[in-house]
T-cell receptor, first 110, second 117 residues
Framework: EDKVVQSPLSLVVHEGDTVTLNCSYEVTNFRSLLWYKQEKKAPTFLFMLTSSGIEKKSGRLSSILDKKELFSILNITATQTGDSAIYLCAATSGTYKYIFGTGTRLKVLA | NAGVTQTPKFRVLKTGQSMTLLCAQDMNHEYMYWYRQDPGMGLRLIHYSVGEGTTAKGEVPDGYNVSRLKKQNFLLGLESAAPSQTSVYFC????????????????FGPGTRLTVT
C-alpha cells in the first residue's frame, strides 16, 4: 500500500530558528514529490521535486529529494511567525494519484 | 480566472439529511478530486475523476457519491448525513501535461466546513 510519512508531527520554534521537515515515501510508480503550506484555509503549493539531489529554493524555503533513500526535506531558515502553518507533502503516482502525509504542524513564537 | 471554487462554504446538517457540495474549475483540468480533512488525519481522498463522465472511489468513499457530468464541475453528495461526516471538505483539480507522463500540482478550492449534528 502506498504511504507517505511526515515527521515531526508538530514543532515549536522561536523566530530566527532554522527548521527541517521530513517526508518519506513508499509509492509504486513514483513520479514526483510536492510540498504545500496550509494555514487556516486551502493548501498552497510550495515546490514540486522530480529529480534527486537538485535543490529548489524560494526565499527562505528550500527543498530537496533523495529518490534512492525515498525521502524529501523542507528547510525553512530565519523562521518568522508567518511561517506558522501545517506543511503537507504528497507523492504522485502514475498519471492521476496523489498520496498525502498527515502533515507537520509548525508554530513559530515571536 | 477564478481557479477552483466550492459552494457552500459552511453548512450544518441534521443526521439523515442530504446535501450536495459543488466544485467548479475554470482551468480546463482533466482531473478532479474530493478530499476530507480531519484533525491529525491529513487529506483523505473520497472520490476522484479522471475525465468528464468518469468517477472512481478513493480511500474513504463510504457514505458519499459523486458525479462529473461536465468537465468543469465535480459534485459530492451525502445521501444520509452522519456525525462522522463532520469535516472540512476540499476539492482539487490538476492535469497531466501532454507527453510528460506526470502530474502538475493540485489546485485547491477554499473548502467547505460541514457539521452534522
Amino acid at each position: 500500500e502506498d504511504k507517505v510519512v511526515q515527521s515531526p508531527l508538530s514543532l515549536v520554534v522561536h523566530e530566527g530558528d532554522t527548521v527541517t521537515l521530513n517526508c518519506s515515501y513508499e509509492v509504486t510508480n513514483f513520479r514526483s514529490l510536492l510540498w504545500y503550506k496550509q494555514e487556516k484555509k486551502a493548501p498552497t503549493f510550495l515546490f514540486m521535486l522530480t529529480s534527486s539531489g537538485i535543490e529548489k529554493k524560494s526565499g527562505r524555503l528550500s527543498s530537496i529529494l533523495d529518490k534512492k533513500e525515498l525521502f524529501s526535506i523542507l528547510n525553512i531558515t530565519a523562521t518568522q511567525t508567518g511561517d506558522s502553518a501545517i506543511y503537507l507533502c504528497a507523492a504522485t503516482s502514475g498519471t492521476y494519484k496523489y498520496i498525502f502525509g498527515t502533515g507537520t504542524r509548525l508554530k513559530v513564537l515571536a | 480566472n477564478a481557479g477552483v471554487t466550492q459552494t457552500p462554504k459552511f453548512r450544518v446538517l441534521k443526521t439523515g439529511q442530504s446535501m450536495t457540495l459543488l466544485c467548479a474549475q475554470d482551468m480546463n483540468h482533466e482531473y478532479m478530486y474530493w478530499y476530507r480533512q480531519d484533525p491529525g488525519m491529513g487529506l483523505r481522498l473520497i472520490h476522484y475523476s479522471v475525465g468528464e463522465g468518469t468517477t472512481a472511489k478513493g480511500e474513504v468513499p463510504d457514505g458519499y457519491n459523486v458525479s462529473r457530468l461536465k468537465k468543469q464541475n465535480f459534485l459530492l453528495g451525502l445521501e444520509s448525513a452522519a456525525p462522522s461526516q463532520t469535516s472540512v471538505y476540499f476539492c482539487a483539480s490538476s492535469y497531466s501535461p501532454r507527453g510528460q507522463g506526470a502530474l502538475t500540482e493540485q489546485y485547491f478550492g477554499p473548502g467547505t466546513r460541514l457539521t452534522v449534528t
